[in-house]
């Protein structure tokens, strides 16, 4: 029985890998058909699928682009605020109401206002593809945890089944092993809460973009703006949480040679620079490691069409590799979105038991 499961599950990754391809060669040869004088860039070809965008593309056949519009919404300084949805577009090639997606300069990829010839960026309220995968995350943890919190209520000493029997370990080790183990007995549960959800939401959201079928497949955490956020609420809840010990070890770190500290407060400033710096590298870790794990992906695709371009023999022999790598990588970003998970919660949780440990 769990050889045949486990031949399910391998199939329905392959299944769903092999789709990947075909819409990646789908969004390429489109490309090429529509500007047949040009080579393909692999570069341009990567960007445009881990950036956000005012429309969800599906596929593309032929000439055809199939997508699912998304709601904008601006508001001009000039003309007030302005709703519509994003087909009005025409996949960024036609002007609508006095705007349009700027193709480069400044603003490139974003919606400007075009008065007398100049671009003014407006202020942009727009669903965007990453704001609905957001609303996708947020209602699939909703869904998940309500259900399991109300089974729990309804047999709270039945023995855990399904979904309940699988999450049930992750909360359990998120509590002892990461909020427990580095915030202390006396608190950890004060802060257990917020380190859960953020240790889901990131989970999640790495998941949900390796599946490349809507309404999954965006780069939400591959996103510098959502990584930002989150780092910036453990920043703000160890800069408030912290207590005199932690303040005074910051401004005046006991044991430090006191020409360290006077007439030049080195040791200080260097401790200030490090409450700062805390949450920079939690963004730009999480932010790196996922923008690069779909790269590198997206780099194996690219293979197979640059050497299709020299030979087409050359083309279908790369694809072989190119498809072995990819399988690959899949597997290990199967881990990288626990590992990534896990690395955020800690050392938020970490920053947490610094902030509140007395001084002995």
């Not at 199939?66 to 009005?88: A, D, R």
């Not at 309940?164 to 509590?175: A, K, Y």
């Amino acid at each position: 029985m769990t050889d045949t499961k486990t031949f399910i599950k391998s199939w329905i990754f392959l299944f769903v890998l092999t789709f990947s391809l075909n819409l990646a060669a789908h969004d390429i040869s489109s490309e090429q058909a529509h500007h047949e004088s040009e080579k393909f860039v692999p570069g341009s070809f990567i960007m445009d699928h881990i950036a956000d965008a005012y429309e969800w593309h599906i596929v593309t056949i032929g000439e055809t682009h199939i997508s699912i519009p998304l709601p904008v919404i601006l508001y001009s300084k000039t003309s007030g605020l302005h709703v519509f949805m994003s087909n009005k577009f025409h996949h960024g090639h036609e002007m609508y109401d006095g705007f349009m997606i700027a193709r480069d300069g400044e603003h490139e990829k974003k919606i400007v206002e075009v008065i007398n010839g100049e671009q003014i960026k407006p202020i942009d309220l727009s669903i965007s593809k990453n704001v609905v995968s957001l609303f996708v995350s947020v209602l699939i943890m909703l869904w998940i945890f309500f259900s399991i919190a109300k089974r729990y209520s309804k047999n709270p000493k039945s023995a855990p089944k399904g979904l309940q029997s699988m999450l049930e370990p992750i909360i359990i080790f998120v509590r002892d092993d990461v909020a427990k183990a580095s915030i202390g007995e006396k608190r950890y549960m004060q802060f257990t809460p917020f380190l859960l959800t953020i240790f889901f939401f990131i989970f999640i959201n790495n998941l949900m973009g390796l599946i490349p079928i809507f309404p999954f497949g965006a780069n939400l955490t591959g996103n510098i703006a959502i990584t930002m956020v989150l780092a910036l609420f453990t920043f703000v809840i160890t800069t408030f949480i912290g207590n005199k010990a932690y303040w005074t070890h910051i401004f005046n770190a006991p044991g430090v040679p006191w020409w360290l500290k006077f007439p030049i407060p080195l040791m200080p400033l260097v401790e200030v620079m490090g409450v700062f710096i805390k949450p920079f590298v939690l963004m730009v870790r999480l932010f790196a490691n996922i923008t690069a794990g779909h790269i590198i992906a997206l780099g194996f695709y690219s293979l197979i069409f640059i050497f299709g371009e020299i030979n087409a023999t050359a083309g279908y022999g790369v694809s072989v590799v190119s498809v072995a790598f990819t399988i690959f990588m899949m597997m290990l970003e199967l881990l990288v979105a626990f590992i990534q998970a896990y690395v955020f919660t800690l050392l938020s949780a970490l920053y947490f038991g610094m902030a509140i440990e007395e001084h002995h």
